[in-house]
């Protein structure tokens, strides 16, 4: 029997990543009682490590395979789940999930603190345009969202003011300009780049708009351009929602935060269709808990929220909860970003240097494919951009021992790499779904994930590759490699859209302010609710329709509608 507190909250939000920070702050700070529930521990400047050497961690972050005991999974992405961070992590042995045989899905960045993904994300941030929001117009393939660019455009204005976004404006439609602080410096292969790419190709390298912050805001500092953000950061330089949204949530006095929270169903009453909490196992004493509410919102990061729902199934909603249509779950998407290319630019390399500052960010090509002024591109739908970094790091991995490899280590280098992001289309058949016969240590059922890459994946990933050689080549760069491989199992932890959003409750989950067709006091404010996923970084997006959404709920609240 679920112990059950009688405290009474106004709402209950599940997560406090990007998007459950956001909930928290905007209805708390408006005066609603908010429960924040949250599976993982509190986060705390005691734990950030950016500036602790390898030399002062126990096995100097050299023995990975520690790591790997536990996190088998997570520590894949090896620059962010590594001795430094791992605890931070979802252990993969206790908290597991499944796959066909044939259909591996590596489902990381899967983290159990406060501050969810942001504590370790790399803090891209890119609006989204109408050629997003309405490309099944464009182009005939899927669903368009259930909003327009105007809709959304005031909500990215009030989230970039808050987090602080460094970056340049361009003036294009395709990638819509946003509310930056000033700009970090280009370094010179950058510049050179970008110049040249621009002047051959016509396509535009932008420095990466990144939230990191380049003037004081809200009492945190600039950047010291330290590098390693994905362990933390005490000047809070970047944007982390445990130090900024969550901490403003709770500063209000209106939001108490419930750690070590896993939700495991979202409880009904059943006479009215409403939702009237959530059933949860404290993580620490394995006890089932209940609160109740008069709204839930589920932001635990789509593939999360769509486990609870799923797990939700009574008899009203057999199938999962909200889910008269039959969609939740389906059209899984997350990026491909298995391809792209390298290259060296020797002429512009300074002698490499321990003490030199490190920009936690590069410069961000913009999608060409499919763009107007340009005819259909044959080959695939929808486009691609490249993250690149710029790299004049020692030549750690030279050959050779004593005197010869100290001399081919401070040989100077400039690196300079292109990763693409792609678009994956929706489709039914990359879905998730409940696996019955796994549960979780706390006993919760796992979730068994079904992807693979379609053709468009596929002819797009020989793309990125042959076109990140071809701006190599125009930029002037020497040795360049290119590499295309397939993109299953995913890297990219931008996954979207099983609980997709639409006008028609027979064809979507979710209406444009995240709230179910089916019942109208439940939203679920992640990823989830994406109906196609643009080739950019998608938090940016997560986090502006988050408050959009909140808004309307407090509109709907106060007219007494839910
Ligand atoms: C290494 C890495 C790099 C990234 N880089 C970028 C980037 O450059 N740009 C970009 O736009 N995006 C990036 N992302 C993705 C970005 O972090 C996510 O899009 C974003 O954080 C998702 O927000 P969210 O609120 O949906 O979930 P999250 O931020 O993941 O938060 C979900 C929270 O819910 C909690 N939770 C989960 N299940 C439960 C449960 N059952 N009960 C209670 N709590 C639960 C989790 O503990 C977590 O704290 C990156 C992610 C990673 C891992
Ligand atoms: S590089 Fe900047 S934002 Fe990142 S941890 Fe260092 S100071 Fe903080």
């Given at each position: ?18 998007s ?45 395979e ?86 959304i ?18 003036g294009?439609?395709?990638?819509p ?72 949530a ?149 050959p ?24 994956v289309?929706?489709r ?90 089916d ?38 609240m ?5």
């Open positions: 029997m679920a112990e059950s507190t009688t405290k009474k909250y106004d709402v209950i939000v599940v997560g406090s990543g990007a459950g920070g956001w909930a928290c702050k905007r209805l708390a700070e408006s005066g609603l009682k908010v429960a924040l529930l949250e599976a993982g521990r509190p986060q705390s400047s005691a734990n950030f490590s950016e500036h602790t050497p390898a030399f002062e961690l126990k096995y100097r972050n050299l023995a990975p520690i790591v790997r005991k536990t996190r088998p999974i997570q520590s894949q992405m090896a620059d962010v789940c590594n001795e430094y961070t791992q605890d931070w992590f979802v252990n993969d042995i206790e908290e597991p999930y499944t796959t066909p045989a044939d259909k591996p899905f590596n489902w990381l960045g899967r983290l159990r603190m406060t501050g969810g993904r942001t504590n370790v994300w790399g803090r891209v941030s890119l609006r989204f345009s109408d050629w997003d929001f309405k490309a099944a117009s464009h182009d005939g393939y899927g669903e368009d969202w259930p909003i327009s660019y105007k809709d455009a005031p909500y990215y204005d009030l989230v970039e003011k808050y987090v602080g976004i460094t970056g340049m404006a361009e294009l439609e395709e990638l300009d946003g509310q930056f602080q000033p700009p970090m410096a280009l370094n010179c292969q950058e510049s050179v780049f970008r110049d040249r790419v621009k002047q051959k190709m016509g396509r535009t390298a932008t420095l990466t708009r990144s939230a990191n912050l380049t003037q004081s805001l809200n009492g945190r500092g600039p950047c010291h351009y330290c590098g390693p953000c994905e362990r933390g950061c005490v000047t809070k330089s970047y944007f982390n929602s445990a130090f900024t949204t969550v901490a403003d709770l500063k209000s006095g209106n939001c108490t935060l419930i750690s070590n929270a896993m939700a495991f169903k979202v409880l009904m009453d059943g006479d009215r269709n409403r939702a009237r909490g959530v059933l949860y196992i404290d993580r620490i004493t394995r006890a089932p808990r209940e609160i109740q509410a008069r709204v839930v919102i589920l932001c635990a990061q789509s593939q999360e929220s769509a486990r609870i729902l799923l797990n939700s199934a009574n008899s009203q909603y057999p199938n999962g909860l909200a889910n008269s249509s039959g969609v939740l779950g389906h059209y899984l998407m997350a990026h491909v970003r298995s391809a792209g290319g390298r290259g060296e630019f020797p002429e512009l390399a300074p002698a490499p240097s321990l003490s030199a500052p490190i920009k936690p960010l590069g410069i961000y090509i913009v999608r060409f494919r499919n763009m107007k002024g340009n005819p259909p591109f044959k080959k695939f739908l929808r486009g691609y951009g490249f993250e690149c970094d710029s790299n004049f790091d020692f030549n750690w991995g030279a050779g021992f004593g005197e010869a490899y100290k001399k081919a280590l401070r040989e100077p280098r400039a690196e300079f790499s292109l990763t693409g992001f792609g678009e289309l929706p039914w058949d990359n879905f998730v779904g409940i696996d019955k016969k796994v549960k979780d240590v706390y006993g919760i059922p796992v979730l068994k994930i079904h992807m693979s890459d379609g053709e468009n994946e596929k002819a797009m990933i020989k793309d990125i590759a042959e076109s990140a050689g071809e701006m190599l080549e125009a930029a002037g760069a020497k040795n360049i490699r290119t590499r295309a491989n397939p993109s299953a199992p995913r890297w990219a932890v931008h996954e979207a859209g099983v609980a997709r959003m639409g006008s028609d409750p027979r064809k979507s989950v979710l209406d444009q302010f995240q709230q179910t067709h019942i109208k006091n439940l939203f679920v404010m992640d990823a989830s609710g994406f109906t196609s996923n643009p080739c950019q970084n998608p938090t940016l997006t997560i986090m502006a329709l988050c408050v959009r959404s909140c808004d309307h709920l407090m509109d709907e106060k007219r007494s509608n839910i």
